[in-house]
């Protein structure tokens, strides 16, 4: 029987590195991978930007705001029918 992890993955991944004078960047970003047999699914957002700096690197997160606002619209029409019938069963 085929367990659900061959079907579905949550790793974090490492973009290519760009190489400036000074420092090197490194794009890092979550990935939600699907597979069905016929195809697959990979939902990916980014998640920091790593900087080296000779033998130190530093860890910048990424704020998605985009997400941030479209969890907070689902999560609003959610909850919005429901306090309208509370009120509107209070009166």
């Known amino acids: 029987m085929a367990n659900l992890t061959n079907f579905i993955e949550w ?10 004078p000074n ?3 490194i794009p890092e ?5 699907v597979n069905f047999p016929y195809g697959g699914f ?5 998640t920091a930007v ?10 910048h ?5 985009t997400r941030l606002a479209t969890w907070s619209i689902i999560g609003m029409s959610l ?3 429901l306090l309208l019938r509370l ?5």
């Not at 790593?50 to 860890?59: F, M």
């Open 23 to 25: 420092h090197t960047l």
């Open 87 to 91: 009120i509107k069963q209070s009166k």
């Open 42 to 46: 990979v939902w990916q957002w980014p």
């Open 11 to 20: 790793k974090t991944v490492q973009g290519t590195a760009v190489s400036t």
């Open 61 to 65: 997160p990424i704020i998605d705001v």
């Open 50 to 59: 790593l900087v080296q700096q000779g033998e130190q690197t530093e860890r």
């Open 79 to 81: 909850l919005l029918p």
């Open 29 to 33: 970003s979550k990935a939600l991978i």
